[in-house]
């Protein structure tokens, strides 16, 4: 899964958005994260919608700023909740790609007080994310003079926070705006090559029914393999996968669970905040906030 993101410094005119489709066409990026779109909030040109069917933009009343978050026909995409800065400056989408979840942040800091803004961003991000958290955009911030300075250098691989999902990730070259994009590749599934040993989840051990269930799975494994012909380390060394599966089965299934909820929670505070513009009230205000604190707590508490 290939994400680009890119500064274009405005995509008002016919030639800059061709031109922005001609290398999206060449990197055959899958996520694109788009700042100072300068759209105005009462128009967004349509940017590639065969390719990109999934459009999001936050515009400012005048034709400054702005973001856009691009997702391709070619993932299996569903979009769960969007939250955009009526001032144009970021979205922050949650949905699932490929049957896992995402919270996609693309953010356009401010020339100044970066700090400031990042620390209101980093709460708001906080209080509603969920499943794997990925922040682009541009930061206004120089971390290295040496390669983030006007000066023309090479391509090269910065480091991600993902590194084991973590393929690539490439400086581009543009010729038509005065920043140039970022390529990063991630796995879309764990390399499990990079994964340390299997280990119990000791919460399975403390659900009874469960433990129930394993000891009857494990009678009827040794009454049926227990015979004349199996000798009685074979049938003790193959139970071990056996009750292995059986645990990393009802694990993933706990994971499952545990995943679901958040979503559906934040599906809920969407209907809320939605009912609450058409018909406001101190009932529907009021259970919006427990609602945000009940997913901010279950945020923390990861």
């Known amino acids: 899964m290939k994400i680009y993101t890119h500064n274009v410094r405005g995509l008002n005119t016919p030639h800059k958005r061709h031109t922005l489709l001609k290398d999206l066409k060449t990197s055959q990026a899958d996520i694109i994260c788009l700042q100072e779109t300068h759209f105005q909030s009462t128009t967004s040109p349509v940017l590639g919608k065969a390719t990109y069917p999934h459009q999001y933009h936050a515009t400012a009343p005048s034709k400054r700023k702005g973001v856009s978050i691009l997702i391709s026909r070619h993932l299996a995409f569903d979009e769960i909740t969007v939250t955009k800065d009526p001032h144009g400056r970021y ?35 906080t209080s509603t994310q969920t ?139 969407q209907d809320l905040h939605r009912t609450n513009q058409i018909t406001p009230s101190k009932a529907t205000r009021a259970e919006i906030t427990d609602l945000q604190k009940q997913i901010h707590t279950v945020n923390f508490q990861k």
């Open 131 to 269: 499943g794997t958290t990925i922040i682009y955009g541009d930061f206004n911030q120089i971390q290295d003079p040496a390669l983030d300075s006007t000066a023309q250098h090479t391509p090269h691989r910065n480091k991600s926070a993902h590194l084991n999902r973590a393929v690539a990730c490439e400086i581009g070259t543009s010729a038509w705006s005065d920043h140039n994009p970022v390529e990063l590749t991630l796995a879309d599934h764990y390399n499990y090559k990079n994964r340390g040993p299997w280990r119990l989840n000791e919460q399975l051990l403390t659900d009874p029914q469960f433990i129930q269930s394993l000891r009857h799975d494990m009678q009827t494994y040794f009454h049926t393999n227990d015979t004349p012909e199996v000798t009685p380390l074979t049938l003790w060394m193959t139970h071990k996968p056996v009750i292995r599966g059986i645990l990393i089965r009802r694990a993933a299934h706990l994971k499952k669970q545990q995943q679901h909820a958040p979503i559906q929670n934040l599906k809920r505070l």
């Open 91 to 125: 979205i922050i989408l949650i949905c699932t790609i490929n049957s896992s979840t995402y919270t996609i942040v693309n953010t356009y800091m401010p020339n100044a007080n970066q700090c400031g803004y990042l620390h209101n961003l980093l709460k708001l991000i």
